[in-house]
């Protein structure tokens, strides 16, 4: 079976069903799209006569993700590792009071 489409007046194809299920897929061809077959006695909306292919997600190479880790490279500058020092055991306790920067007085 070949497709015919009418999109504004203008047409397109013939292509085949399958050609039509990728196309309306990756958005060459819209689900409005005039559609008609030998068969038809008229021109139907494209989404009636075809269903889209349903998008896969590309798999990635597990090849391709180790090389990509090993050429990557990050840098940590060096005031970050002043982050990692120990917080005193009372830390959360400090916080709740206001912190280190002034006491809360507690009244409103």
């Not at 194809?13 to 061809?29: F, K, N, Q, R």
């Not at 909306?45 to 090389?67: G, Q």
Request: a negative charge; glycine letters at 8%; proline letters at 10%.
């Amino acid at each position: 079976m070949q497709i015919l489409i009418n999109r504004n007046g203008q047409q397109f194809g013939p292509y085949t069903p399958e050609e039509c299920a990728v196309y309306l897929s990756d958005g060459t061809l819209l689900p409005d799209d005039l559609a008609w077959h030998e068969g038809l006695s008229e021109w139907f909306p494209l989404i009636k006569l075809v269903e889209p292919k349903p998008r896969r997600l590309a798999t990635p190479d597990p090849d391709a993700l180790s090389d990509l880790k090993k050429t990557m490279k990050v840098e940590i500058p060096d005031e970050w590792n002043a982050i990692d020092k120990e917080l005193p055991v009372d830390w959360a306790d400090e916080l709740n009071k206001g912190g280190p920067r002034g006491k809360s007085s507690g009244a409103a």
